[in-house]
């Protein structure tokens, strides 16, 4: 991890937040584009899955498991 993110928590913050908007932001593009209108309604699950699943992930990973809060 950079030296910037263990010296300053809004950093890790900020590159948090960053990483979720644009994680989101791609991932419902790519969606869109590839689910068709009479899709099932499993495929839109699976779809939330792969745009929601990563941010919680890095998020998790960053804060909990890398000891983000404990610094």
Known sequence: ???IFKQNKFALLGANILIIVI???LSSVAINFFIVDD???Y???IGSLIKFLPPIWV???LWIK???LKR
């Open 66 to 68: 890398r000891g983000g």
């Open 59 to 61: 998020t998790w990973f």
């Open 39 to 41: 899709a099932p309604f």
């Open 43 to 45: 495929i839109y699950k």
């Open 1 to 3: 991890m950079p030296k």
């Open 23 to 25: 994680w989101v932001s």
